[in-house]
């Protein structure tokens, strides 16, 4: 078998593994050939489980209340995608806490990213659902991931856009630092410490069948 056929039947049997590395696969390889593993699948770690995100609900659902003085004028709106998941579980707390419905809201900020002019990205637009007016509410944008701070300054120029609200607070599950723009959460479910090269993975039940997140080392990892 030559060294390429060799180098084939061994990266195969590190998927057929489980990337279980045998020893004796690698025992006689050829010098100076060279693969690479899937390393993403081993440099995965999850930050927050299924417990900690319900509770993470609760505080940032009793938070806004607090800080609000009730739900009176109060409207919860998520920015697509994960955000509206979170949104309509913190807006569901808040609604079982004080026995009352709030209002409810949905953004799409793909027209408002400032990266769209270079030719990056192929956006998808979704639909903006705002079944209310804006005015004199106390508006709390809830995204599941605060990075640079570019997504939440795209879904304050959308909202604005809809009207003029007395007030617009921001609650985030994660907040993993390195912002580009002054923004600051008000709420948040968890500060974690990231690299540029992390990527932060927040899953739901209702989109991915589970709730974690996961941290996953990646040099291409890019948050917007």
């Not at 060799?6 to 049997?13: I, N």
């Not at 299924?50 to 009176?72: F, P, Q, Y």
């Not at 974690?192 to 899953?203: A, E």
Request: net charge negative; aromatic share 6%; proline share 4%.
């Amino acid at each position: 078998m030559n060294s390429l056929n060799r180098y084939r039947e061994t990266v195969k049997g590190f998927y057929d593994n489980d990337l279980q590395i045998q020893s004796s696969s690698l025992r006689d390889f050829p010098k100076g050939v060279f693969f690479c593993l899937p390393l993403e699948s081993k440099l995965t770690s999850v930050v927050f489980d299924a417990n900690d995100i319900s509770r993470a609900i609760t505080r940032i659902a009793h938070e806004i209340l607090e800080r609000n003085k009730g739900a009176a004028n109060l409207a919860i709106i998520g920015i697509r995608t994960r955000g509206v998941t979170l949104a309509q579980r913190i807006r569901s707390k808040i609604n079982e806490i004080e026995n009352t419905e709030i209002d409810f809201g949905i953004l799409d900020i793909t027209l408002y990213r400032d990266d769209l002019a270079s030719g990056k990205q192929n956006p998808t637009i979704e639909q903006t659902n705002i079944p209310f007016p804006l005015e004199e509410k106390q508006v709390v944008l809830i995204d599941d991931v605060l990075f640079t701070g570019r997504t939440i300054r795209a879904a304050i120029d959308a909202l604005i856009d809809f009207g003029r609200p007395s007030a617009v607070q921001l609650g985030v599950l994660i907040d993993r630092g390195h912002r580009e723009l002054p923004i600051r959460p008000d709420y948040v479910g968890k500060n974690i410490p990231t690299s540029k090269t992390n990527r932060v993975m927040v899953k739901m039940i209702e989109d991915d069948g589970i709730d974690e997140v996961q941290i996953i080392d990646s040099s291409t990892a890019n948050n917007f």
